[in-house]
T-cell receptor, first 112, second 119 residues
Framework: DAKTTQPPSMDCAEGRAANLPCNHS???????VYWYRQIHSQGPQYIIH???NNETNEMASLIITEDRKSSTLILPHATLRDTAVYYC?????????????FGTGTRLKVLA | GAVVSQHPSRVICKSGTSVKIECRSL??????MFWYRQFPKKSLMLMAT?????????EQGVEKDKFLINHASLTLSTLTVTSAHPEDSSFYIC???????????????FGNGTRLTVT
């Protein structure tokens, strides 16, 4: 019952921007979008989250469409160490609490 | 930043034995922690939500008697895999959210996972 869809894989040249899309068409008005990445055999690492305004931090930028049905994570200058699986997550409210359901993610490969 | 520590990072056990995995929030309090499992080349699958001072909420298809969860304090949750079998071999990951103040949209922070191998 993942609420997000992402392309299964993408390649990006080292030094170029990596743009990772995510569809979350059923997102509700007050739900945030969270992005994580997972490098092999480690726990997911938090990258960024947002509600409706674009966000930027030291790792990435997050662009959310005006209708909030999709978003794009931008790694401005990808490095080989950015090779990972990137997950876009929307919380699911259930019986008065929240769950965080992972979709299949995008496997990003940064090429030298 | 918020740190979640998970222990052990790797464990090998014999079929039929039980294994306990600990998840600690090191510098924040967490009334809720989440347990996931992950098979090779697959996404994380939510197993259960661990609530401090009350029973855990299990996802459909997850056996509560097999995967015992205890959340006795605001900084510690444990997952015990009872009577482990080879099919329980997997990567188990815990996560917690810092609820200090009213930052309820604050992100989840994940431990580095426990790789369980049942022989």
């Amino acid at each position: 019952d993942a609420k997000t869809t992402q392309p299964p894989s993408m390649d990006c040249a080292e030094g170029r921007a990596a743009n990772l899309p995510c569809n979350h068409s059923t997102i509700s008005g007050n739900e945030y979008v969270y992005w994580y990445r997972q490098i092999h055999s480690q726990g997911p690492q938090y990258i960024i989250h947002g509600l409706k305004n674009n966000e930027t931090n030291e790792m990435a930028s997050l662009i959310i469409t005006e209708d909030r049905k999709s978003s794009t994570l931008i790694l401005p200058h990808a490095t080989l160490r950015d090779t990972a699986v990137y997950y876009c997550i929307v919380r699911v409210e259930f019986s008065g609490t929240y769950k965080y359901i992972f979709g299949t993610g995008t496997r990003l490969k940064v090429l030298a | 930043g918020a740190v979640v520590s998970q222990h052990p990072s790797r464990v090998i056990c014999k079929s039929g034995t039980s294994v306990k995995i600990e998840c600690r929030s090191l510098d924040f309090q967490a009334t809720t922690m989440f347990w996931y499992r992950q098979f090779p080349k697959k996404s994380l699958m939510l197993m259960a939500t661990s609530n401090e001072g009350s029973k855990a909420t299990y996802e459909q298809g997850v056996e509560k008697d097999k995967f015992l969860i205890n959340h006795a304090s605001l900084t510690l949750s444990t997952l015990t895999v009872t009577s482990a079998h080879p099919e329980d071999s997997s990567f188990y990951i815990c996560s917690a959210r810092d609820l200090q103040g009213l930052r309820y949209n604050s992100p989840l922070h994940f431990g580095n996972g426990t790789r369980l191998t049942v022989t």
